[in-house]
Nanobody, 124 residues
């Protein structure tokens, strides 16, 4: 079992930056791929970024356009999402997730463990 807790959300102005963290409990996090998803009000949860078990491979949604960086520190059992040049359309609840796979996966159905989410608001 893996438990995930997100932090770092908040309110920023357009163009600003935030760094989200995802702290994992359990000794298997370092063997699992992980990812970030987001869900805005009235919309479906969508993929943002994913990383393989050791951080050597990453994948991003097209809308990220080089603005976000996913990373992980397995010694700390923590994953990060650095978000720069934030736009109002980036406002959402951001969720971290861990998969049973070690390679990068991107679909919600491929992730078995989810955090509770952290809210990001972006004002124009």
């Amino acid at each position: 079992q893996v438990q995930l807790v997100e932090s770092g959300g908040g309110s920023v102005q357009a163009g600003g930056s935030l760094r989200l963290s995802c702290a994992a409990s359990g000794h298997t996090f370092s063997t699992r791929a992980a990812g970030w998803f987001r869900q805005a009000p009235g919309k479906e949860r969508e993929f943002v970024a994913a990383i393989n078990y050791n951080g050597g491979s990453t994948h991003y949604a097209d809308f990220v356009s080089g603005r976000f960086t996913i990373s992980r520190d397995n010694a700390k059992n923590t994953m990060y999402l650095q978000m720069n040049s934030l736009k109002p359309e980036d406002a959402a609840v951001y969720y971290c997730a861990a998969a049973d796979f070690s390679w990068v996966v991107t679909r919600t159905t491929e992730f078995d463990f989810w955090g509770q989410g952290t809210l990001v608001t972006v004002s124009s």
